[in-house]
Each structure stands twice: as structure tokens, then as C-alpha cells.
């Protein structure tokens, strides 16, 4: 079992700054994928952005450029650095741990709102 704990949701205005971050605990795979997903009102939970234990990274184009995915595997911890948000970014946040077993994880959610 994993467990994933998000924070740094909140209010921003458009064209500002949000950094979110999601630490993993319990029965952590040498080789996984983390990564955040988001959903909006209506709409079917996305990608945003995943990364590999090994480092590979991979983005939704809505968001190339303007937000950044970086984990630290000795904390079991990965981050997403959301810049020049945009309204159509509101949405709640969702971790996702990926094992090497083929087991997937979610975390609570967390929201993100920006305002216009």
C-alpha cells in the first residue's frame, strides 16, 4: 500500500505562481511513475505532467513551458511548479503513483484556483 499526501493548492491570480508538492510513504517501488493529474468541474480528470524514478519527464501541451515536474527520490516526494497560470488551470490537483507492479495510487486531491 502507498500513501500520498499533497499540499500547495490555493487562490492565485492569473499569471502567478503555485507550487505543488506530494510525498509517498508505505511500500515504495525502486522503479515508479509519480505524477499529477487534474480535474476540472465537468470535465474528465488529465494529465498534467508525470516523471520517472529514472527522471523522464512528460507534459501535457496546455501546460509545456509554463509548469515544471521534478521529484526527490530520497524523499519519496515529487513537486509541480505551476507559473503563468491561467483561469482555465482551476481545477483539483491529483497525485498518481505508478508502481512498477502495475498498481496505481491517488492522492486527496488539492485546489487550484486562479482567478482572472
Known amino acids: 500500500q502507498v500513501q500520498l499526501v499533497e499540499s500547495g493548492g490555493g487562490l492565485v491570480q492569473a499569471g502567478g505562481s503555485l507550487r505543488l508538492s506530494c510525498a509517498a510513504s508505505?511500500?515504495?517501488?525502486?522503479?515508479?511513475?509519480m505524477g499529477w493529474y487534474r480535474q476540472a468541474p465537468g470535465k474528465q480528470r488529465e494529465l498534467v505532467a508525470g516523471?520517472?524514478?529514472?527522471?523522464?519527464?512528460n507534459y501535457a501541451d496546455s501546460v509545456k513551458g509554463r509548469f515544471t515536474i521534478s521529484r526527490d527520490n530520497a524523499k519519496n516526494t515529487v513537486y509541480l511548479q505551476m507559473n503563468s497560470l491561467k483561469p482555465e488551470d482551476t481545477a483539483v490537483y491529483y497525485c498518481?503513483?505508478?508502481?512498477?507492479?502495475?498498481?496505481?495510487?491517488w492522492g486527496q486531491g488539492t485546489q487550484v484556483t486562479v482567478s482572472s
Open positions: 498518481n503513483y505508478h508502481s512498477d507492479l502495475d498498481r496505481t495510487y
Open positions: 508505505g511500500r515504495i517501488s525502486r522503479i515508479n511513475v
Open positions: 516523471i520517472a524514478s529514472g527522471g523522464r519527464t
